[in-house]
Nanobody
Framework: QVQLVESGGGLVQPGGSLRLSCAAS????????MGWYRQAPGKQRELVAS???????NYVDSVKGRFTISRDNAKNTVYLQMNSLKPEDTAVYYC??????????WGQGTQVTVSS
């Protein structure tokens, strides 16, 4: 099994930046694609960004040009650099493999709040 711990969230003003980290441990050799998901109050959870082991990335349209996902395979860590943050980015952010399955465990995540 894989353990994932998100960190780096916080309160930031519109236009600000945050860098999220996802530290993985366990049998990470089975993970080919890692993603950052978010869930805002009253909204469905959505996949924001993903990255393959080879470094290929994908983003939801709403964050293109503002967010950058990266990974360090040697450190078993995935990052999400978030710039030009908007109030609409307010959500709990989670990391997990892509795609998720019924048995996927959702941990605490890390809260990102963008507010003036």
């Amino acid at each position: 099994q894989v353990q994932l711990v998100e960190s780096g969230g916080g309160l930031v003003q519109p236009g600000g930046s945050l860098r999220l980290s996802c530290a993985a441990s366990g049998s990470t050799f089975t993970i080919l694609i890692m993603g950052w998901y978010r869930q805002a109050p009253g909204k469905q959870r959505e996949l924001v960004a993903s990255i393959s082991r080879s470094g290929s990335t994908n983003y939801v349209d709403s964050v293109k040009g503002r967010f950058t996902i990266s990974r360090d395979n040697a450190k078993n860590t995935v990052y999400l650099q978030m710039n030009s943050l908007k109030p609409e980015d307010t959500a709990v952010y989670y990391c997990n493999p892509v795609p998720v399955v019924a048995r996927t465990y959702w941990g605490q995540g890390t809260q990102v709040t963008v507010s003036s």
